[in-house]
């Protein structure tokens, strides 16, 4: 607290008032300072929580995607609701949903990313979408693609697009006709 004080006193001189509040602030807590009782644990992330996929979905992918995966055409989310599947109908599609930012740069590990990716896939939210002959991605797949994420999204997703419309699928994902 010494140390603060002049710390306060000679910058307060230079007329800074803010800069010595903030070097101040920094030394809270206090190292007599201890957690309320109950609280005395950190908060465990969700990686290290290893929740059940739909748990992990909804802290990480949820806030865009929303809770349904019906996706945000304001924000260009795509709509993996009843759509997401038909990514496995084409070439390099596979690949795409493991290279996608959202899902490479999440905070979770191979396995239990391979998990998530696997639930979107088959657990409601690709609905019709499904391809019947599923292959659920495993951790060293995941490992694999994720390590070599996409370098220019929105061509590689349209490229897919394109061959979607190929084998006649109705591109249904929430966003096209935007400008
Ligand atoms: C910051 C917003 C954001 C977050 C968080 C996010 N995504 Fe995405 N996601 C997008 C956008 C935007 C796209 C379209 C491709 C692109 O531009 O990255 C996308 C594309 C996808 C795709 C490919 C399907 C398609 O239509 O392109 C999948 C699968 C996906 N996300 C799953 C996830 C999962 C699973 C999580 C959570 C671990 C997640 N996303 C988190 C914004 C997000």
Known sequence: MAGCAVIARTTLAAGALLVAAAVCAQSL?????????????????ARDANYQP????QLECSGCHLVDGEGARANDVPRMKGFVGHFLDVEGGRE??????GVSQSSFNDAQLAALLNWV?????AGAS???DFKPYSASEVGRLRAEPLKEIAGARNALLERMRDKDIAIEDGLAGRP
Do not use: C, D, I, W
């Open 54 to 57: 739909q748990v992990n979905y």
């Open 130 to 132: 499904a391809p019947h």
């Open 29 to 45: 807590p206090g190292p007599n300072n201890r957690p309320a009782p109950g609280n005395e644990n950190l908060a465990a992330t």
């Open 96 to 101: 795409f949903l493991a290279r996608v930012p």
């Open 121 to 125: 896939l088959t657990g409601g939210m």
